[in-house]
């Protein structure tokens, strides 16, 4: 049974830093892309940032230089470093897990809330 479950910190005010993680089970992490995507309340769901088996990382525009995704194989875990957090990173945040030659795995979410 595969399982996603994000962490991390829900409230943040304007401007500070929160890091994401998610802990996967019930695949092979190694050879995985991992991702974290984010739906807004009466939004969209839209692509945070993703990281490749390899390593190779990918950014949306909006959180483009102030974000930093990574892996940890050792520990099946992927994390999302934010930083300068703005009122409209507030989202709920999903992690999503692709082992290669398979479907997309989903996490539960966990909500983000930036505000003062």
């Known amino acids: 049974q595969v399982q996603l479950v994000e962490s991390g910190v829900g409230l943040v005010q304007p401007g500070g830093s929160l890091r994401l993680s998610c802990v996967a089970s019930g695949i092979r992490f190694s050879i995985s892309d991992m991702g974290w995507y984010r739906q807004a309340l009466g939004k969209e769901r839209e692509l945070v940032a993703i990281?490749?088996?390899?390593?190779?990382?990918d950014y949306s525009d909006s959180v483009k230089g102030r974000s930093t995704i990574s892996r940890d194989n050792a520990k099946n875990t992927v994390y999302l470093q934010m930083n300068s957090l703005k009122p409209e990173d507030t989202a709920v945040y999903y992690c999503?897990?692709?082992?290669?030659?398979?479907?997309?795995?989903w996490g539960q979410g966990t909500q983000v809330t930036v505000s003062s």
């Open positions: 990281i490749s088996s390899s390593a190779e990382t």
């Open positions: 999503t897990a692709s082992p290669w030659g398979s479907r997309t795995y």
